[in-house]
């Protein structure tokens, strides 16, 4: 995970509070994934720009009691969505830790290829992190049509 754990209650509304403080303008878009049913929020993700790359890379977090049921898939083609209808970006790369190997079959679903293993630091710039990245298939995830396509294709 190339993010901290919160360890209490107070470091989330932390969080919260300076993720709502900072939308959008430092190239970020983070949005809590809540069941569609209660309204419980069981997650958070969004997309992080980076500059170097010239691309978003798209992250994602889910409580563990709702992994496997295709829900972080779900929130990840909405989070994609935005991003190519709403910024007009069609170009995306993924991270996972490497012990999480479920975790890769979130980029998977839409099109994205392991492209390997990787050492990248958390976000905070504290540790060193063993990951593997994804990337679109050749020939895919370049282009408006192909991510509107999947758009129309529920994965959960």
Same mark, same amino acid.
């Given at each position: 995970m190339r993010w901290n754990v919160h360890r209490s209650v107070a470091e989330t509304k932390e969080w919260l509070s300076e993720e709502e403080a900072g939308a959008a303008k430092d190239?970020?878009?983070v949005w809590?994934?809540?069941?569609?049913?209660t309204g419980r929020l069981i997650g958070s993700g969004g997309l992080i720009l980076n500059e170097d790359r010239q691309m978003f890379e798209l992250g994602y977090c889910i409580m563990k009691?709702?992994?496997?049921?295709?829900?972080t898939t779900g929130a990840a083609q909405v989070v994609i969505g935005f991003a190519v209808q709403r910024l007009g970006a069609y170009?995306?790369? +993924? !991270?996972?830790?490497k012990d999480n190997a479920a975790s890769g079959r979130v980029p998977e679903k839409p099109g994205f290829i392991l492209l390997g293993n990787i050492d990248c630091q958390s976000l905070d710039g504290k540790r060193n992190i063993q990951g593997c990245e994804y990337t679109p298939q050749p020939g895919q995830g370049r282009t408006k +049509? !192909?991510?509107l396509r999947l758009q129309r294709q529920p994965y959960y």
């Open positions: 190239g970020r878009c809590g994934f809540a069941l569609k049913e009691e709702y992994w496997n049921r295709g829900l170009v995306f790369y +993924a !991270h996972r830790d +049509a !192909h991510w």
